[in-house]
């Protein structure tokens, strides 16, 4: 039974897993069930007239936060779409309650509910579901991450090159997106511009969490972004890490200025890159 021991407690992990998963399916539920034929109405705009809400954004934050917070009330809760809960117990969830709104309000099938805990600012259990397409996937601190079939967690094993093995970046398939501010996604798209001669591709999915899941899943080598907020990084960036790759931002965690997803053996490389492209 994995388990985080700090200061004063000691917290069983698997219950947390259980209720992220439980919750965050009957969320991904409703969204399925409440989305309507076509584009979804956008409720509001937040940091940008591209930076949509919708009410099924809401209504998915509402139950998230209802649920945990009746199941586990000396919890803090912090989501995208409502105010900040603060709590007692040292366990903090972190939501988006849907991640790639954009994609969701045109019906792009790449939109996640993406639930994480964190115990003394660090994701210890996370949990991410594509609603589109039911795939999920979870991990645990220190207890490895997996993809769901059914009730069976099936390991993550991306193919991580070994220390040592000369590394071409040329061969890297590299996930990225863009930010919802104008001057932001200028410099974004010059660094971009900048590093697609240099690897094998570039993608974006519009989903950072997804993007996160699939470095660890193996369906992308590498992954750099700009400007993820705490929700679309702290379950993802779980998953990724205890699927065996680096999670890191520029000198230092990574967080809103820069999320970095690669493998160790290829970090040093792919980091220059990054830096030389202007990311
Ligand atoms: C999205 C991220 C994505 C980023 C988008 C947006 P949202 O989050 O998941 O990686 O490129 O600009 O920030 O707004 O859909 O929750």
């Given at each position: 039974?994995?388990a985080?021991?700090?200061?004063?407690t000691?917290?069983?992990?698997?219950?947390?897993?259980?209720?992220?998963?439980?919750?965050?399916r009957?969320?991904?539920?409703?969204?399925?069930?409440r989305r309507p034929?076509?584009?979804v109405?956008?409720?509001?705009?937040?940091s940008?007239?591209?930076?949509?809400?919708?009410?099924?954004d809401?209504?998915?934050?509402?139950?998230?936060?209802?649920?945990?917070?009746d199941?586990?009330?000396?919890?803090?809760?912090?989501?995208?779409?409502?105010?900040?809960?603060?709590?007692?117990s040292g366990?903090?969830?972190?939501v988006?309650?849907i991640?790639g709104?954009?994609?969701?309000?045109?019906?792009?099938?790449a939109?996640?509910?993406?639930?994480?805990?964190r115990r003394?600012?660090?994701?210890?259990v996370?949990y991410?579901?594509n609603i589109a397409?039911g795939?999920?996937?979870?991990?645990?601190?220190?207890g490895?991450?997996?993809?769901?079939a059914g009730?069976?967690r099936?390991?993550?094993a991306?193919?991580?090159p070994?220390?040592?093995?000369p590394?071409?970046?040329?061969?890297?398939l590299?996930g990225?997106?863009?930010?919802?501010?104008?001057?932001v996604?200028?410099?974004?798209?010059?660094?971009?511009a900048?590093?697609?001669?240099?690897?094998?591709d570039i993608r974006?999915?519009?989903?950072?969490?997804?993007?996160?899941?699939?470095?660890?899943?193996?369906?992308?080598?590498?992954?750099?972004?700009?400007?993820?907020?705490?929700?679309?990084?702290?379950?993802?960036?779980?998953?990724?890490?205890?699927?065996g790759?680096v999670?890191?931002?520029?000198d230092?965690?990574?967080?809103?200025?820069?999320?970095?997803?690669?493998?160790?053996?290829?970090?040093?490389e792919?980091?220059?890159?990054?830096?030389?492209?202007?990311?």
């Amino acid at each position: 039974m994995s388990a985080v021991s700090t200061s004063d407690t000691t917290i069983a992990l698997e219950p947390l897993v259980d209720l992220a998963r439980t919750v965050g399916r009957e969320a991904a539920e409703l969204v399925r069930e409440r989305r309507p034929a076509g584009r979804v109405p956008v409720a509001t705009t937040k940091s940008s007239p591209i930076d949509v809400v919708t009410e099924i954004d809401r209504a998915s934050e509402a139950l998230i936060r209802r649920r945990i917070l009746d199941a586990r009330p000396d919890d803090a809760f912090i989501g995208e779409e409502d105010e900040d809960v603060a709590g007692t117990s040292g366990v903090e969830w972190v939501v988006d309650p849907i991640d790639g709104t954009v994609n969701f309000v045109y019906g792009y099938p790449a939109y996640a509910v993406s639930i994480a805990a964190r115990r003394d600012g660090e994701a210890v259990v996370g949990y991410v579901v594509n609603i589109a397409s039911g795939e999920e996937w979870g991990a645990v601190a220190g207890g490895g991450a997996w993809r769901w079939a059914g009730e069976e967690r099936i390991a993550l094993a991306p193919p991580l090159p070994v220390e040592g093995t000369p590394v071409d970046l040329g061969s890297l398939l590299v996930g990225t997106g863009f930010n919802y501010s104008r001057s932001v996604r200028e410099a974004q798209a010059r660094a971009v511009a900048a590093m697609l001669p240099h690897v094998r591709d570039i993608r974006r999915g519009g989903a950072a969490a997804l993007d996160l899941c699939a470095v660890a899943d193996g369906r992308l080598d590498a992954y750099v972004e700009q400007g993820l907020k705490p929700w679309d990084l702290a379950a993802g960036s779980l998953i990724a890490a205890e699927a065996g790759l680096v999670v890191s931002g520029l000198d230092g965690p990574a967080d809103e200025r820069l999320t970095l997803v690669v493998a160790a053996s290829r970090r040093r490389e792919f980091l220059e890159l990054v830096r030389a492209c202007g990311f």
